[in-house]
């Protein structure tokens, strides 16, 4: 069966709704599971410890879901690959594939930027992990023979830096590679295929869609891992809620239309930014001069619907332009039917080291835009609206004609500043 990638995305996962007689896949709610045969259920429960499939009875919904383990399998056949297993958030899933490494070894490179909270794991020692941050460049030097995992993001968060995947896995060797492709969706994407042995979604962003899930999966060709991860899951119990599962699965089916209909927005808002005098930079793939690895049309189906850009005023006059917008909402995470905006120096990144922070290029003028499914020319008018506010001297305009004749002076000479 050789369907095309948008008829997969209406069918995955979803084998066995005719012999169950339903259109619509099923919510299992269950916690716990009747046990007719002592002996069967002991056996499924050592199974699904080690990391296997239920044998027949899931015995507890910490174990096995039969709502997440169809959302698994439609991922699964988006990615290309054999298993996923799903998590209760982004950052679980990055944990468990950390943990999963532990076993193999005690050593991770990883690739910045990174996402803030991930940065943040992997610097911080929670996990028992050393852990070295290098560009693709000083990679090969940096492998030992206990390194269990390279980490990298493509395109990065937030500065939407692209990284060659098959160059990174011809450089790691026999070292297994991550790739969060939570930007890229599996629409533009596809990691394993480029011989990356685990792919990482934050489920949260494109997958789930309508910012109003938390989820995280990790999909593989590699049974071991698909093992372990499912181990650890078993074992932490960062499981992922059955309705989440339901509403992900839904999400599948309209990911390609979306990645693509928000894809176009961004093309046409990172054009008119990048033009506008106010902005010093705009960040996205699809411009000259953003892409020096030919990324796009090679590894990447197009430059997807992330852009960042950056203003010369630094955080003062991102503060201004958030602050007039009327339709874009200021708020942190991405990837949903309506556009988000948020400052990721003061946010989503303010975890990250200082000095990373700079050399990723996460500035105090940087904002991030999640473009989602409005009408361009309506954002392009509500962010026209917010460069013009950025300028420092506009909110001062309303103090013209103060009452107060104690504050008139000084506002009074502020204005004409
Ligand atoms: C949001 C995000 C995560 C973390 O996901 P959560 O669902 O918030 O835990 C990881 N990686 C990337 C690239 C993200 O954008």
Request: negative net charge.
């Amino acid at each position: 069966m050789h369907h095309a990638f948008s008829t997969r995305a209406v069918h995955a996962g979803r084998k066995d709704l005719h012999r169950l007689g339903v259109h619509a896949p099923p919510i299992d709610l269950s916690s716990t599971y009747p046990i007719p045969d002592l002996s069967e259920a002991a056996a499924s429960l050592a199974a699904m410890a080690e990391g296997r499939p239920p044998l027949g009875n899931p015995v507890y919904a910490r174990l096995h879901n039969p709502t997440t383990a169809r959302f698994e399998q439609g991922l699964a056949e988006l990615e290309g690959a054999g298993e996923a297993v799903a998590f209760a958030s982004g950052m679980a899933a990055v944990s468990a594939c950390l943990l999963a490494a532990r076993q193999r070894g005690d050593h991770v490179l990883a690739i910045r930027p990174l996402y803030g909270g991930t940065d943040h794991l992997l610097a911080s020692e929670l996990l028992g992990l050393q852990v070295d941050f290098v560009s693709p460049d000083e990679l090969a030097a940096a492998l030992r023979p206990t390194t269990a995992l390279v980490i990298l993001e493509t395109p990065g968060n937030p500065t939407l830096d692209l990284v060659d995947i098959a160059a990174v896995v011809e450089i790691a060797g026999q070292v297994p590679v991550l790739v969060d492709s939570t930007f890229a969706t599996p629409v533009l994407q596809q990691p394993l295929a480029l011989g990356a042995r685990l792919v990482l979604h934050s489920g949260t962003k494109y997958l789930g869609g309508h910012g109003d899930v938390l989820a995280g999966v990790v999909a593989t060709d590699d049974p071991a891992w698909a093992d372990s991860l499912r181990a650890v899951r078993v074992a932490t119990g960062a499981v992922l809620h059955p309705l989440a599962a339901f509403l992900l699965h839904r999400g599948l089916a309209t990911l390609p239309l979306r990645v693509r209909a928000s894809q176009a927005g961004a093309e046409i808002l990172a054009g008119r930014l990048a033009r506008h005098p106010l902005v010093e930079r705009v960040r996205f793939p699809g411009l000259p001069g953003e892409d020096p690895l030919g990324i796009v049309g090679r590894q990447m189906a197009g430059p997807g619907a992330m852009l960042a850009f950056e203003l010369s005023g630094g955080r003062d006059a991102a503060t201004r332009l958030m602050a007039a917008l009327r339709l874009i909402t200021p708020a942190v995470s991405l990837g949903s039917v309506d556009s988000l905006i948020q400052h990721p120096a003061g946010l989503t990144h303010q975890v990250v080291d200082a000095a990373a922070k700079a050399s990723s290029g996460i500035s105090e003028g940087l904002l991030r835009l999640s473009v989602g499914l409005e009408d361009p020319e309506d954002l392009w008018e509500d962010l026209a609206r917010g460069l013009e506010a950025s300028q420092a001297a506009a909110p001062l305009v309303r103090f013209e004609a103060p009452h107060s004749s104690l504050l008139t002076g000084s506002r009074m000479r502020l204005a004409r500043g």
